[in-house]
């Protein structure tokens, strides 16, 4: 398949509102391209690159390069470019980035070099999700989006999904079944304002600790013991301590979901950067486990030998409370999430110990707490209303101090945020960006608002004056080498524009950091 097929239904599903369109958009493309691309067509309508990060910044891309006449670059030739790319390192690595860049960029025509630029960026949005993916491909191959769903929850993997069904059709779905071994998608949670709304929403629930650790999904055969993240990587290797926990339970063939949180001397658990960065962690990894040891929690089962209606070991039709029946006679308290059970949503007592619930989880330092249906099953990859997830929310007043220009419906607007706080000299500090949150009418003011503060502009982004404050929501701060204040904002959103405000009324760096030190965010 030409990269300019993909790059046009890139476009037109960005620019198209309708959820029904865009799945025929992609049902079109899927039905164009050979089952061995679907995988790459998936994974770049979503913005994702197999190869993951690059090493490519702006510095690499801000030099442009005469695009080709006429189409030629193909999606396979595009990613055997991004694999060199990920391959270059050592001695003049960025010269040789710059080359291999140039030599993309000149293949490639006008519209391709544009996606190119956005898929290089992270600035690929134009809403083709995977939900949406997943319709598409089920509607180009004339199967059941229902069916095509359970095998990827199954498999873990729309991409192998999706190429086995263009090959063979309908039939292979069937094949696809819950192992011990293959890591099938977390099941997610939306959120709740409160306790009470999040309990009445769900019914009879058990109320669990919300841990801010490291989502993880461990998988025993035997001696065999496999430790997956929330995006199914096999990071076995990185947590000895893990493995250890997890091999003195006394099953020989299970399933659990659960997360990774380290405590400090005090029992308080660690901030999740200092956790993530010790997941992460490829090298010395004894060393690292002796520094930062790790914790198992462990809150869902999803198979066991013998378990399920029919023996198989498959947990994930049964009812919430039967599975967490089963995960407390596998798991010792010790491993398990703290919970209570609310059985009477209409009960004022049950209500007010699930509150109390919350407030002693923040106290010991956690985030907040999850609900979940005890009648609901557990819904591999989907975010349900069956699980709903309640914490407090954080909000600052921040400066924008740039802004970039958007893609797709974006295009002609400026989106992503560059947004800071105040320092004790009257000058700003970055804390990070962020687009979400946005409306399209809170874009269209910002745009003209930030228009008549702009002071320069490349093309990419545009440098404004400190003068709009925005009203930020946020989950918390992390290390960050990035910005000058050492940390950053994570998983912000705007709440709203503040021209109420001047620059002068937004929150201090100090203020943020000592809110920080204070256990807040």
């Known amino acids: ?46 913005g994702r690159l197999p190869q993951g990060r690059l090493g490519v910044g702006w510095s690499v891309l801000k030099d442009r390069v005469p695009p080709s006449g006429q189409p030629a670059l193909t999606v396979e030739a595009a990613d055997a470019a991004f694999t060199a790319l990920a391959e270059v390192s050592g001695a003049g690595a960025q010269a040789e980035r710059k080359r291999l860049v140039r030599e993309l960029m000149g293949a490639a025509t006008a519209s391709e070099q544009e996606f190119l630029l956005r898929l290089l960026t992270g600035e690929v949005r134009q ?37 086995a069904l263009l090959a063979e059709g309908s039939e292979v779905l069937a094949s696809f079944r819950l192992r011990v071994g293959n890591p099938v998608q977390p099941m997610l949670a939306h959120t709740a304002s409160s306790v009470a709304d999040a309990v009445r929403a769900v019914g009879a629930c058990g109320v669990e600790e919300k841990l801010d650790g490291v989502r993880i999904q461990v998988h025993r055969s035997g001696g065999d013991i496999r430790v997956y993240t929330r995006s199914l990587d ?7 301590d893990v493995v250890a926990s997890v091999s003195a339970l006394p099953g020989d ?17 660690l901030p999740f950067q200092e956790i993530a960065s010790r997941v992460g962690s490829r090298a010395d990894v004894a060393a690292a486990t002796a520094a930062v040891p790790l914790s198992p929690v462990f809150f869902d089962l999803l198979a066991i030998r013998g378990g399920g209606a029919d023996g198989a070991g498959d947990l994930l039709g049964l009812p919430g409370r039967e599975r967490h029946a089963a995960l407390a006679r596998l798991v010792p308290e010790s491993m398990r999430v703290r919970r209570c059970v609310v059985e009477d949503p209409d009960s004022e007592v049950q209500l007010r110990t699930a509150e109390a619930f919350l407030a002693a989880t923040l106290d010991r330092g956690h985030e907040g707490v999850m609900v979940k249906a005890l009648d609901a099953p557990y819904v591999a990859g989907r975010r349900g209303r069956s699980w709903l997830k309640v914490k407090p929310v954080h909000t600052l007043d921040l400066v924008v101090l740039a802004v970039e220009w958007g893609h797709g419906r974006r295009t002609g607007l400026l989106s992503n945020l560059h947004l800071g706080a105040r320092t004790a000299d009257g000058t700003f500090v970055m804390l990070g960006k962020t687009f979400k949150g946005l409306t399209d009418a809170m874009l269209r003011w910002q745009t ?3 228009s008549e503060l702009a002071v320069s502009d490349d093309g990419f982004t545009v440098r404004v004056r400190p003068g709009l404050v925005v009203e930020i929501a946020y989950d918390g701060l992390q290390r960050s080498t990035r910005y000058p204040a050492g940390v950053a904002l994570r998983f912000a959103r705007v709440v709203r524009h503040r021209p109420d405000k001047s620059a002068a009324d937004a929150d201090t760096i100090e203020n943020v950091l000592a809110s920080a030190a204070g256990g807040a965010p």
């Open 1 to 46: 398949m030409l990269l300019a097929r993909l790059a046009e239904a890139s476009r037109q599903i960005a620019a198209e509102p309708s959820r029904t369109a865009k799945i025929a958009s992609l049902a079109s493309l899927f039905s164009d391209a050979r089952p061995e691309e679907a995988a790459l067509v998936i994974s770049y309508l979503a």
């Open 127 to 163: 809403g083709a999700l995977d939900a949406i993916a997943l319709e598409g491909v089920a509607k180009a191959a004339g199967a059941s989006a229902a069916d095509v769903r359970r095998a990827v929850m199954l498999e873990g993997s729309l991409a192998r999904v999706a190429g």
């Open 253 to 269: 063939r299970f399933i659990l979901d659960g997360e990774v949180i380290a405590l400090g001397s005090d029992g308080r658990p």
């Open 234 to 240: 096999d990071i076995t290797g990185r947590l000895p």
């Open 448 to 450: 003209d608002r930030l």
